[in-house]
């Protein structure tokens, strides 16, 4: 595996990680600033907005947010990369009720900006998971 190729299992395996515990500003900071979220039914998403929903989702009393990244190809062009995994993530309420999940693909376009891989675009496909 070449280093670039590890960079962004780390940014992915961080983004996990900083999601799960809540920690916001580690995941702003694995992104452009010009990022762009695209998920079905919904505008386009730029970074303020994230900042705000997750801020919001990061509250005491708010849900917990767990997930599982698979990446399944990675290809590497210069300073552009893109990344397409099996995601799942499940929110469960405080005090254990039953939660929500979701599971589908995604499709991540990176760029490196001073000599980091940040996401840059994201198409998240998610829908309901039953099970």
């Not at 940014?11 to 900083?18: F, G, I, Q």
């Amino acid at each position: 595996m070449n280093s670039d190729e590890q960079q962004i299992r780390d940014l992915v395996a961080t983004w996990m990680a900083a999601t799960r515990s809540g920690d916001v500003d580690t995941v702003l900071g694995l992104m452009t600033d010009d990022v762009v979220f695209l998920v079905p039914g919904k505008p386009p998403m730029r970074k303020a907005e994230f900042a705000a929903a997750a801020r919001a989702q990061a509250q005491p009393g708010a849900p917990v947010i767990d997930g599982n990244s698979d990446i399944q190809e990675i290809r590497v062009s210069g300073d552009w990369a893109f990344l397409w995994s099996k995601l799942e993530v499940r929110v469960t309420p405080q005090g254990g009720e039953k939660g929500m999940k979701r599971a589908g693909h995604t499709l991540t376009v990176l760029r490196k900006v001073g000599g980091k891989w940040l996401l840059a675009r994201d198409a998240n496909l998610l829908v309901a998971d039953a099970s």
